[in-house]
T-cell receptor, first 119, second 114 residues
């Protein structure tokens, strides 16, 4: 079956603009998590959605938001972009709530990421 | 507050030798612990997680991790390293049940020489 897809793969924006990134999970998966990866801050958890509800959230300002649709596809939005938002944004899908799941078998599958550059 | 540390930026191992990538954590409750691997040009992959129960957790690609509560460690191990194991490895922790986010370590670059 198809893996996790993220669109677009590359994006260049300028400061002050807003951006929307999309993540399509593996068919049948109900959970989507988002992560930010930068050379300076490393990997950071943004948020997790499960069945259209945000279940977990990392320490990011309100400019970062997301949502999940009934087909489990998820979008994240960053408003008023800053230079520091330049990063690789990764999403991952899993059948259950991977961060909370007590199942050892509940595996996350990651997409290739969206590389966002803010000029 | 929860935290996780990977004390080694780089680990070098000869192919065929056992490898260990270290991780220590700090949480106020019972931890959920995770290992992820990021291969060049292949993206991030989930390796394994510890929730509760057996202290030795087996994951993908022959990796396993040992949970040690007294030492607050969750080291990643493999009995015999392969060149293809060369990658960036991340440990992560979630403080159960109050915390709602997962914290990642800074990463350890594992280099396996032939």
């Amino acid at each position: 079956k198809a893996g996790v897809t993220q669109t677009p793969r590359y994006l260049i924006k300028t400061r002050g603009q807003q951006v929307t990134l999309s993540c399509s999970p593996i068919s049948g998966h109900r959970s989507v998590s988002w992560y930010q990866q930068t050379p300076g801050q490393g990997l950071q958890f943004l948020f997790e959605y499960f069945s259209e509800t945000q279940r977990n959230k990392g320490n990011f300002p309100g400019r970062f938001s997301g949502r999940q649709f009934s087909n489990s596809r998820s979008e994240m939005n960053v408003s008023t972009l800053e230079l520091g938002d330049s990063a690789l944004y990764l999403c991952a899908s899993s059948w259950g709530q991977s961060v909370n799941s007590r199942s050892r078998l509940d595996t996350q599958y990651f997409g290739p990421g969206t590389r966002l550059t803010v000029l | 507050a929860q935290s996780v540390a990977q004390p080694e930026d780089q680990v070098n191992v000869a192919e065929g030798n056992p490898l260990t990538v270290k991780c220590t954590y700090s949480v106020s409750g019972n931890p959920y612990l995770f290992w992820y691997v990021q291969y060049p040009n292949r993206g991030l992959q989930f390796l394994l997680k510890y929730i509760t129960g057996d202290n030795l957790v087996k994951g993908s690609y022959g990796f396993e991790a040992e949970f040690n509560k007294s030492q607050t460690s969750f080291h990643l191990k493999k009995p015999s390293a392969l060149v293809s194991d060369s990658a960036l490895y991340f440990c992560a922790v979630r403080d159960n049940p109050s915390a709602s986010k997962i914290i990642f370590g800074s990463g350890t670059r594992l280099s396996i020489r032939p």
